[in-house]
């Protein structure tokens, strides 16, 4: 039976390519907008999201922090995807007939030292795949597009330079989350992460008291981010990934004390850490 994957942007994009990487058997949904693909998750518990949370170079997908607590899926799991723009385009179409590059505003910007040196002229574009795809179509002789290998694939162009990027390591963390989920069992000799979302009560020094607690059990936080809601600058929510599972002891006791502080604690997911986090 294939896993029903729900995407943001065209067949091809890097969501497409990271599902590919982490289930064997996929019949991908290609969405519009991000707000889709968790309605997707939403209205059908078999559909699974794979959604790009952040980017070593971009920094944080701002969209999706906002749709964390409206929809508040679980996350089940997390990849790191190792960003490899190729410079695409039709067959028989060599690198001194392009003149213009077609892609996403951040896949632009990750490869200008390359469009410069080639004398290329960007256009913006929606997104990497869907640039992939309006190159195909057209049959463009003087266009390309910065997109991935397999929207080469699909789109059946022609990958003129590998690894366009300016700069090598560009990685995007993804989070797999699906509407109904039992949260995995402790396992002393495993890595997890907790992921939660909170409102702090407004009184003096109720963060530093919430936060105060990961310090005195011991307990490593690998990310913190907050963003306002509602149209108001009175009311934050913040992003938090805990090193640990939420019943080990430590990361429980620190939780007790968050959840002290706060108008609102919600525990969005427990999930075995990627790999990649511990690569040097």
């Known amino acids: 039976m294939k ?3 729900a995407i943001q942007g065209e067949l091809g994009a890097y969501s497409h390519l990271a599902a590919t990487k982490i289930f064997k058997n996929t019949k ?7 707000e889709d693909v968790f309605k997707q998750c939403k209205k059908n518990k078999e559909v699974i999201s794979v959604i790009p949370i952040e980017n070593s170079l971009a920094g944080r997908v701002a969209d999706i922090h906002y749709l964390l607590p409206k929809y508040k899926l679980k996350i089940v799991g997390e990849y790191y995807l190792p960003v490899e723009h190729c410079l695409l385009a039709n067959h028989g179409v060599s690198l001194k007939q392009i003149k213009h590059v077609r892609s996403h505003s ?4 990750q490869c200008h030292k390359n469009l410069h040196k080639y004398k290329l002229t960007s256009v913006v574009a929606a997104d990497t ?5 309006y190159i195909s179509e057209n049959k463009s002789k003087t266009e ?3 997109a991935s290998s397999l929207a080469a694939k699909i789109y059946q162009l022609k990958i003129i330079k590998k690894n366009f990027e300016d700069q090598k390591g560009n990685t995007t963390r993804f989070l797999i989350m699906r509407k109904n ?7 002393k000799q495993k890595k997890f ?6 409102m702090i009560k407004s009184t003096p ?3 530093f008291k919430a936060l105060g607690g990961f310090a005195t059990h011991n307990v490593n936080l690998t990310k913190l981010e907050s963003f306002s809601v509602n149209n108001t600058f009175l009311q934050t929510i913040f992003y938090l990934d805990i090193e640990g599972h939420a019943e080990n002891i430590f990361v429980k006791k620190a939780l007790q004390e968050l959840k002290k502080q706060t108008k609102k604690l919600d525990i969005l997911g427990i999930y075995l850490a990627d790999s990649f986090r511990y690569k040097k």
């Open 193 to 198: 992460i907790t992921t939660c979302i909170f």
């Open 106 to 109: 951040h896949a632009i910007g």
């Open 3 to 5: 896993n029903k994957i």
């Open 28 to 34: 991908v949904i290609a969405c519009k907008t991000f």
């Open 181 to 187: 989920y039992k949260f995995p069992k402790l396992v």
């Open 205 to 207: 020094g109720a963060l």
């Open 129 to 133: 795949a869907g640039s992939a795809k």
């Open 144 to 146: 390309a597009a910065i």
